[in-house]
């Protein structure tokens, strides 16, 4: 009985990160344009940037499978991508500037290598 705990309880937190990614996704996509003092500067891309790869790398705990593993990334884009476009109201909260090329960028590209290394390590894992 004891072993089956342990995956439930790691399945529990795969659902946990899935439903983090879908609110950093909110926070960030309304709070992009957001000011660092007078410097436009989108502050939640930084966020973006630091807490994509974490959900990623915490991901791979629970499955080393890329589809398992990238779960996070993949909520998290369709989620930028639903609420961006037809956000609250049918307003569109991603608009087409830096802004959002930059949140996008530093969303995806720090968990995508996260998610490079893991597929790597289940690869020679496999071998």
Known sequence: ????????????????LLVDAVVLAILELFFL???????EFPVTALLAAVTMPWLVARAADVSRRAMVAGAPLWVWLL?????GVAGPG???VLLAD??????????????A???????????????
């Open 1 to 16: 009985m004891a072993g089956q705990a342990q995956p439930a309880r790691d399945w529990l937190l795969f659902v946990v």
């Open 33 to 39: 344009p957001l000011r660092l003092g007078v410097i």
């Open 79 to 83: 989620a930028v991508a639903v609420i």
């Open 90 to 92: 049918g307003d569109a």
């Open 98 to 111: 830096w802004r959002s090329v930059l949140l996008l960028a530093a969303g995806v590209l720090p968990a």
């Open 113 to 127: 290598v996260v998610l490079g290394r893991v597929a790597a390590r289940a690869g020679a894992d496999r071998r």
